[in-house]
């Protein structure tokens, strides 16, 4: 945005400003418009629909670090926020990091999917981190993501700290029977996972002998 844009936006009516608003999107709203100036974001603050923003959704889009650090913003600050969903959008775990460390102490959001970024181990590891001191998230998808056994090693470490998550799907990560082996470890601590989709992993007899032993003592629906 332009200086001169910049300066207009000074001079607008508020009334005026919340109808250009209205036909922006939310992603829009939050990660091109914020910190353009003070009075924009104060009257972004006072606009009913930021206020009642509870999903953010983005797909096939690569999303760049600086909209990574307004999505970071809306964790932090926008106190409606439920659901996140970026698919496809060329996330990694620089990115990541930055998004689970405001999830560490976020209360409001419930579903965070990041399907389709290859976010790897690394990435793997800050959700883990996040897990374990986050008590609000309710499904985590990381379809796609790449962590591998490696990064469902330090996920199932972090379930058997985590009371509250109630969906994980890892489908298509490169998990195989070692993986698996993990997630079962912490299936026998962990009661509160009612959902745990491992479909399209290389999971072979010895995968499926573990999830059968854990299905003996642990009530958790199982996606393969």
Do not use: W
């Amino acid at each position: 945005m332009t200086h001169q844009d910049s300066a207009s936006l000074l001079t607008l009516p508020v009334e005026l400003i919340h109808m250009i608003f209205d036909n922006l999107s939310d992603f829009t709203i939050i990660c091109s418009l914020r910190q353009v100036c003070t009075r924009l974001n104060t009257i972004m603050d006072a606009y009913p629909g930021y206020q009642e923003l509870d999903t953010l959704f983005l797909c096939n889009e690569v999303v760049g670090c600086d909209q990574i650090k307004h999505i970071v913003n809306a964790l932090r600050n926008n106190p409606t926020l439920t659901t996140i969903k970026l698919h496809n959008t060329a996330i990694g775990a620089v990115e990541v990091q930055h998004l689970t460390n405001a999830l560490k102490n976020n209360t409001t959001l419930t579903e965070f999917h990041l399907n389709e970024n290859h976010i790897g181990v690394d990435g793997g590891e800050h959700f883990a981190d996040a897990l374990r001191n986050n008590k609000t998230l309710l499904t985590l998808n990381l379809t796609g993501a790449g962590v591998g056994d490696e990064g469902a090693y330090l996920l199932a470490f972090a379930l058997q700290h985590n009371t509250t998550l109630t969906t994980l799907n890892l489908g298509s990560n490169d998990i195989h029977a070692e993986g698996v082996q993990h997630l079962v470890d912490a299936l026998r601590t962990n009661n509160t996972l009612t959902t745990l989709n491992l479909g399209s992993n290389d999971i072979n007899a010895e995968g499926v002998q573990y999830l059968s032993d854990a299905l003996r003592t642990n009530n958790v629906s199982l996606i393969l």
